[in-house]
C-alpha cells in the first residue's frame, strides 16, 4: 500500500507539493499561535511579578484619550492622598500611584517626538541597564504644595534613546506640547526597558509629581492607577477583597485576576487568532482532499477493474488513506522545522516594534499541537475519500 500509494503521488507532483505546503502552513499558524498564547502568559506573569506589586487599584478601563493630546485617560484625582489613606492599612506596605501621559521630548539635536511620559513616586522596582536610578524622592510635591526642588531627573528605554540619539549623562526636553518642551530640561539618569515593556511604546520616566507638573495636571493630582506592596505574609486576594468592600468605587485586582483582565479586554485579537487557525486548518483539509479526490476519480477505472479482479475495496481504501498520510506527515514536519524559524523572526521584529522580548514561546506542547493537528488532517481526508472511493460502482466503470 505505501508503494502504490507514494508512486501514486508522485505522478502529480504539483499537486502534491501544494497540498503538502497547504498542511505545513496549518500547522505553522497553529504552532505560531500557541507560542503566543503560552508567551503572553509566561510573559504577563513575569512583567507582573517583576514589578513588585501584590494589587492593582483602577477606577475602571485605562483607555487613550483625544483630548489633552492623546493622554491616556487618568482614573484617579488626588491621587497622593489616595495613595497615603490605603498606605494606613495595616497589611499594606507600599502605595505608589503611577501616571502615563502622553509628552514631547527632545534633544539638542532632535526635533521633539511624541512619547509616553510615566510618572512614578520611585523607582525601587525599576530595571536599569545602563546607568542608575532617581538620586532621590520625590521632593517636588511637597505635600501637595508642588513648590520643592525638582530632581529633573529621567529614564528613558533604549528605544528612546535612538530616537533622541543621547544617553546617560545627556540633557533632553520634556513637555506636555510642543510649545513648552524647551522650558522643561532633564538629565538622562539611567536607560531602562521596564516600562516599553509594559506600554509597547517608547517612555520617559520621571517623578510623578514633576510630570504633573510639565504637563499642566497639577490642580487634580491626577494617576492612571495606583500599586500596592503588601507586607511579608499578607494574603493579596484576602486585602483585595477587603479593600474592595471599603471602596466599592475603585476595582482591586491581583496579579493574576489583572493579567485575566488584559486578555478579556484583548478577547477579539484572541479570537481573530483561533478564527485564523481555524481557516488554515480548513484549508490543508481541503486541499489534502482535492488532491485525493482527482487521483481517486483519474483512477476510478483502474480501481474498478481492481475490484473486478478481487482486489477488496478495504485495500484501495487503504491506499487512499496511507495517501492522506504521507501528504500530512511532509506538511507537519514542514510546519514543526518551520516553527523555531517563523518564532525566531517574529520575536525579533516584536522587539523592534514594541521592545517586548521572547513573546512567543514554544515548549514541547507547542510541537504537540502542531503534529496533532497534521495527524487529524490525514485521518479526516482519508475518511472522506476512503468513503468516496468506497461507493464506486465497479460496473459503470467498467461498461466503458
Known amino acids: 500500500m505505501v508503494g502504490i500509494a507514494a508512486a501514486q503521488l508522485r505522478r502529480a507532483p504539483e499537486r502534491t507539493t501544494l497540498a503538502v505546503v497547504g498542511i505545513a502552513l496549518a ?22 511579578d517583576a514589578a513588585g506589586r501584590d494589587i492593582w487599584v483602577t477606577g475602571g478601563p485605562v483607555e487613550f484619550s483625544a483630548e489633552g493630546g492623546g493622554s491616556l485617560e487618568s482614573q484617579f484625582v488626588n491621587a497622593h492622598r489616595l495613595g497615603s489613606q490605603f498606605r494606613k492599612h495595616d497589611q499594606v506596605k507600599t502605595a505608589a ?53 525638582m530632581t529633573r531627573e529621567v529614564i528613558i528605554d533604549p528605544r528612546t534613546a535612538e530616537l533622541l540619539n543621547v544617553s ?22 539611567g536607560i531602562s526597558p521596564t516600562f516599553s515593556k509594559f506600554l509597547g511604546t517608547p517612555t520617559v520616566a520621571v517623578h510623578l ?31 483585595s477583597d477587603e479593600l ?20 478579556q479586554q484583548n478577547a477579539l485579537i484572541i479570537a481573530s487568532g483561533f478564527v485564523l487557525v481555524g481557516l488554515a486548518v480548513i484549508v490543508g483539509l481541503a486541499l489534502t482532499v482535492n488532491l485525493l479526490a ?27 488513506g496511507v495517501q492522506a498520510l504521507l501528504i500530512c506527515l511532509g506538511g507537519g514536519i514542514g510546519g514543526l522545522l518551520a516553527t523555531p524559524l517563523a518564532v525566531g523572526l517574529t520575536n525579533d521584529l516584536v522587539v523592534r516594534l514594541v521592545g517586548l522580548e521572547s513573546l512567543l514561546r514554544t ?12 495527524f487529524a488532517i490525514g485521518t479526516g481526508s482519508a475518511a472522506v475519500v476512503g468513503w468516496q472511493l468506497s461507493r464506486i460502482p465497479a460496473y459503470v466503470d467498467l461498461r466503458r
Open 27 to 48: 500547522v505553522l499558524l497553529t504552532t505560531l499561535l500557541a507560542s503566543v498564547g503560552f508567551g503572553v502568559i509566561d510573559t504577563g506573569e513575569r512583567k507582573f
Open 97 to 149: 500611584p503611577v501616571l502615563f501621559h502622553t509628552v514631547y521630548a527632545a534633544s539638542k539635536n532632535t526635533e521633539p517626538k511624541l512619547l509616553t511620559g510615566v510618572g512614578i513616586p520611585n523607582t525601587g522596582s525599576v530595571e536599569i541597564q545602563n546607568g542608575s536610578e532617581f538620586s532621590r524622592g520625590d521632593v517636588h510635591y511637597a505635600n501637595g504644595s508642588y513648590d520643592g526642588p
Open 168 to 189: 546617560v549623562g545627556d540633557t533632553i526636553y520634556v513637555g506636555g506640547s510642543r510649545q513648552t518642551v524647551s522650558e522643561h530640561k532633564f538629565t538622562v539618569v
Open 209 to 239: 509629581s514633576e510630570l504633573q507638573t510639565v504637563t499642566g495636571t497639577t490642580g487634580t493630582d491626577p494617576a492612571t492607577f495606583l500599586t500596592l506592596d503588601l507586607k511579608d505574609g499578607a494574603n493579596p486576594q484576602a486585602v
Open 244 to 263: 474592595a468592600a471599603r471602596h466599592p468605587e475603585y476595582e482591586f485586582r491581583t496579579n493574576q485576576e489583572q493579567l485575566q483582565r488584559i486578555l
Open 294 to 320: 482527482i487521483v481517486v476519480y483519474q483512477q476510478r477505472e483502474e480501481f474498478a477493474a481492481l475490484q473486478a479482479m478481487g482486489i477488496s475495496r478495504g485495500l484501495l481504501v487503504g491506499i487512499v
Open 363 to 374: 515548549p514541547p506542547v507547542v510541537y504537540a499541537v502542531g503534529g496533532t493537528i497534521a
